[in-house]
């Protein structure tokens, strides 16, 4: 075979040369891009930017288009000229497609007016809500009560409020309103329900039809006393108001 390319005409043996290492070349660069076997679909202001991960380096990307990345987790970095950058950590798997949604932060006046130009107002509206919904998990994590609530009954109806004490961890309250303020019966209902629920009164702030539900502490110390005038037997307030 070695004697047969030998005897080969120059130009016949260039061409098989190049023929050669060009198909070497494609087979390398193929088994380079099957490296790139996840997806990210970028959100993003501004438009054009360069993303970095790894051992990618400044790649040129544009918003609102696939990009192939490699499985794995990365952290990668989105830069613009005039914008800080932004950098996020992302697991992802092979084959998988991941979302991601953000905005960089403008410095100069140049990259300002790009940043309030209409056409970025529905990734605007979408971290908004990423920021909304990501607030109500955090919220969520601290506070599984919530996820039970609102719980309604043809007798009371418990809803998460705003916690009324200031010392302590709690960052939310349970409101309970009765239809019979005088019957102490549905409040029992209402706070059965609860324990049903798996939530412990003790670690919220309670309101009755508007009305503080005292600790035991606070009653034993005076600093709850029970309402004046026309009020059932069960209603406090505290003695400072």
């Given at each position: ?170 960052t939310i309250g349970i409101c309970i309103t009765v239809?019979?303020?005088f019957n102490r019966s549905q409040i029992d209902d ?38 004046r005038g026309s009020n059932p037997d069960w209603c ?6």
């Open positions: 075979m070695f004697n047969i390319f030998t005897q080969l005409d120059r130009k016949v043996k260039i061409a098989i040369i190049s023929f050669v290492g060009i198909s070497i070349s494609l087979i390398i660069y193929a088994i380079y891009l099957l490296q790139f076997d996840a997806t990210i679909y970028v959100y993003s202001i501004p438009d054009n930017l360069t993303m970095s991960y790894g051992d990618v380096k400044n790649q040129r990307i544009s918003s609102r288009k696939d990009i192939k990345v490699k499985h794995g987790n990365h952290k990668f970095t989105f830069s613009a000229n005039g914008f800080e950058s932004y950098t996020t950590e992302i697991n992802i798997n092979k084959n998988e497609k991941k979302n991601i949604i953000f905005a960089l932060e403008p410095i100069t006046d140049e990259a300002k007016k790009e940043y309030a130009k209409d056409k970025y107002t529905d990734i605007k509206e979408g971290i908004a809500g990423k920021k909304s919904r990501e607030a109500t998990r955090q919220l969520e994590n601290k506070n599984p009560a919530i996820k039970s609530l609102p719980i309604h009954s043809k007798d009371f109806y418990i809803f998460p409020c705003d916690r009324y004490r200031s010392e302590g961890d709690k239809t019979d303020y209402a706070f059965a329900k609860l324990k049903e629920k798996g939530i412990n009164q003790e670690d919220y702030d309670i309101k009755v039809n508007n009305r503080i539900w005292p600790t035991e502490k606070e009653k034993s110390t005076g600093a709850a006393v029970q309402c406090y307030t505290y003695r400072d108001i």
